[in-house]
């Protein structure tokens, strides 16, 4: 939004305010800008800083302030001293407006429009030049919207902790976080100036981890030191761009004493140094959740086949080869599974969960590659349908679930994909998983759908769903 800034021309004649009280005149031929925030909080002691400049002074010079909602009018007890010039015709500055000793002041509340305007007279402060109408006065103009709302969001820590220490598996991870100032408006038209700063802190005895943040996604990789020792304290305190907080912050990913656990390297590949994904690939590798191929590598970029997938999903709901059924469940005697296959028992456990389906006429098309659109399908089906059906020891009970794609409440982020089709049977979870944080597109208009998803973008994937902690 363009800043709602006016200069107003000089004019010949200065209008004086209709006031019982005698008025100084104002300085002849004064020039200058008045620039405040496009947005500023609410509440009773609310503040406002505004850059000013003036040019043509006489000496000594009184500069004042006056702020009125629009369409009111400014009052005497409204009016707080920029400066007083001395000795020089040239005056610049950063002035804080108080509206907590502005005595006659309305408190800013959300959703007004404040109109600031700067006053120079020659002898007297406040009190004695309160203009009538600033259009047609010997001042500069400012205007701020004020917005109100605190942010809203959810915050993720890496599975499986959920502990107030906020213990991780190896020593390097990720955060992630997702805020969004627009989220729940009462009214969708309300101002809302928008995401400010993440106010990221980290607590420890070590130096504070770089941090990656994004508009609205905070995507903060951290490797604890093998040094750590102690209380660390690692959290966020987001506010938007009008210098509103949540109100309830810091929100903490972690608040306890470093394990022996927390300080080990994760499991490592040969391919993966640098990648993209390598946090998310380490991570769940260490939890045992992912795995490598023989040589050491781990093939990021390589493909994932849907019976490979549906093996991933059934490891991370705590099963094993000695827990999986060995034949077909009801609904689940695809013909292109057999039970000498490999990952026959894997594909019926998905299926029987209700995680996975078949893609019609009977067939299950094991070795076919999942799509991006598909993956996040599945996801969906997992919390629409298959709560009931995660192991008491499953990795995702403790934390999945508290994503809902499906969900009619309003949208953290919103993305125009030109690839997803009303209609199509991936649109609803691909536009939900997208809002939430879970994945990510392809391009700012592209979510390609129907792109073979990498290991290492699943690992991803599966990493923020387990990670799907909690809300803020």
Known sequence: MSKKVFTVLLLAVFVLAQFSIASAA???GAEGTLVGPDFMPAGATSTVDFDWTATGLTNPTNIVMYARIQGGTYAVDECNLVATINGTSTGSGTFTYDFSVSANAATPADGDYWEFTLVFDSTDTCGVSAPANPAVADNFLASSYVDGTALEGILAIPHPDFTA????????????????????????????????????????????????????LLEWQITLPATA?????????????????????????RNGAVSADEVEDCVDFTDVAGHENEVHIRYLAD??????????SFG????????????????????DTTTLPTSAPAGCDFT????????????????DDGFMNGVGGGLFDPNNLLTRGQIVTIF???????????????????????????DASPEFRTAAWTDVSLGAYYAEPVVEAYSWGIVDGTSETTFSPDQAMTRGEFAKTLYRILASYGGF
């Open 165 to 216: 220490a906020g213990d991780v598996a190896c020593n390097t991870f990720e955060y992630w976080a997702l805020a969004s100032d627009s989220f729940g408006l009462a009214v969708p038209t309300d101002p809302y100036s928008g995401f400010g700063s993440w106010n990221a802190q980290t607590t420890g005895t070590f130096a504070p981890a770089p941090i990656g943040a994004e508009d609205e």
């Open 287 to 296: 939890l045992g959740l992912i795995s490598g191929f023989a040589d050491g």
């Open 336 to 351: 292109d599974v057999a039970a000498s296959d490999w990952f026959a028992g894997w594909v019926w456990q998905a299926c």
């Open 229 to 253: 020792s102690g209380l660390w304290q690692i959290s966020i305190d987001p506010e938007d761009a009008a210098g509103n907080l949540t109100g309830a912050g810091p929100y903490y990913f």
């Open 380 to 406: 969906n089906n997992i919390y629409e349908n298959g709560l009931a059906n995660l192991l008491p020891g499953s990795h995702m009970s403790a934390g999945f679930g508290l994503i809902a794609f499906s």
């Open 300 to 319: 990021p970029d390589n493909t994932l086949t849907r019976a490979e997938a549906a093996t991933l999903i059934e490891i991370s709901n705590g099963y």
């Open 26 to 28: 104002p300085v002849a």
